[in-house]
T-cell receptor
Framework: DAGVIQSPRHEVTEMGQEVTLRCKPISGHNSLFWYRQTMMRGLELLIY????????DSGMPEDRFSAKMPNASFSTLKIQPSEPRDSAVYFC???????????FGPGTRLTVL | KQEVTQIPAALSVPEGENLVLNCSFT??????LQWFRQDPGKGLTSLLL?????REQTSGRLNASLDKSSGRSTLYIAASQPGDSATYLC?????????????FGKGTKLSVKP
């Protein structure tokens, strides 16, 4: 298996622009997670899905952030409009079920100027 | 609110030493605990997962222990090698609706000198 796939790997954009991050989980995994990592706050869960349904989005910072999972093999995290404080590394992870070992993608490094 | 702390934040040892990384958590009602490794510019790799009913897990030169009552876990690395240099993170998982929610420590950055 190719593991969790994320795109793009790097994104540089200007404040106010829309940003879309993409994730393909490991085939057969029922749970998908979006995390954000910064030096100040470490690794934080933004949202997770079970069987394509959002279960816990309490970590989504504000309405500018939205996530979707239209099918079992694809998810997006969108930021609109983006702000400099959104600069971070965004990770996607998947697991067989929500309490099982999570497997992480390589991350998307987002820079908002 | 669960908080996870890892001390020290950074550790440098000579090759061949045995070492212990520490993780503490404030709420002992955890479902399981997971140790990860993160290499610079990369994602996280799962090392060991300990269920709340277990005391330890072993994989190769790695041994993780869990003491729920005291809110502590340790990751023991035997005969350290330069390839072990990375940041090690521990994460705890709660019960019920928060089962998917891993709470991470900020990690210990390990450097093993040849």
């Amino acid at each position: 298996d190719a593991g969790v796939i994320q795109s793009p790997r790097h994104e540089v954009t200007e404040m106010g622009q829309e940003v879309t991050l993409r994730c393909k989980p490991i085939s057969g995994h029922n749970s998908l997670f979006w995390y954000r990592q910064t030096m100040m706050r470490g690794l934080e869960l933004l949202i997770y899905f079970n069987n394509n349904v959002p279960i816990d989005d309490s970590g989504m910072p504000e309405d500018r952030f939205s996530a979707k999972m239209p099918n079992a093999s694809f998810s997006t995290l969108k930021i609109q409009p983006s702000e400099p404080r959104d600069s971070a590394v965004y990770f996607c992870a998947s697991s067989l079920n929500s309490a099982d070992t999570q497997y992480f993608g390589p991350g998307t490094r987002l820079t908002v100027l | 609110k669960q908080e996870v702390t890892q001390i020290p934040a950074a550790l440098s040892v000579p090759e061949g030493e045995n070492l212990v990384l520490n993780c503490s958590f404030t709420d002992s009602a955890i479902y399981n605990l997971q140790w990860f490794r993160q290499d610079p510019g990369k994602g996280l790799t799962s090392l060991l997962l300990i269920q709340s009913s277990q005391r330890e897990q072993t994989s190769g030169r790695l041994n993780a222990s869990l003491d729920k009552s005291s809110g502590r876990s340790t990751l023991y690395i035997a005969a350290s090698q330069p390839g072990d240099s990375a940041t090690y993170l521990c994460a705890v998982r709660g019960y019920g609706g928060s089962q998917g929610n891993l709470i991470f420590g900020k990690g210990t950055k390990l450097s093993v000198k040849p």
